[in-house]
């Protein structure tokens, strides 16, 4: 099984950007789908991005295409989200997940659908 670890999350003013990043180890990443979720106090977690195992096949919430880019590097097991105009309404703990997929081509957007997940890391956007 793979275990993920999440970095890259601070503290940045609207406007601003980060990009997280998720490092995988344990199995071959390469075999795995990635997805990034994000919880704000008081939500529930909600999808923000996925991408196939491939890494040719993404999907973005509808309210966040054109601001985060989910991307991997799968010759140094490593997933990423690019974030872009940051707003206030971005603070949440982001995670990400993984799981095996049926196929290269595969990705998934429900959390039920990943078995794997890091334990997050804070993003807070200030006004």
């Known amino acids: 099984q793979v275990q993920l670890v999440e970095s890259g999350g601070g503290l940045v003013q609207a406007g601003g950007s980060l990009r997280l990043s998720c490092a995988a180890s344990g199995d071959t990443f390469s075999s795995y789908v990635m997805g990034w979720f994000r919880q704000a106090p008081g939500k529930e977690r909600e999808f923000v991005a996925g991408?196939?195992?491939?890494?040719?096949?993404?999907d973005y919430a509808d309210s966040l295409k054109g601001r985060f880019t989910i991307s991997r590097d799968n010759a140094k097991n490593t997933g990423y989200l690019s974030m872009n105009s940051l707003s206030p309404e971005d603070t949440a703990v982001y995670y990400c997940a993984a799981r095996r997929g049926p196929t290269p081509f595969t990705f998934f957007k429900r959390s039920d659908d990943y078995y794997y997940w890091g334990q997050g890391t804070q993003v807070t956007v200030s006004s």
């Open positions: 991408i196939s195992a491939h890494g040719g096949n993404t």
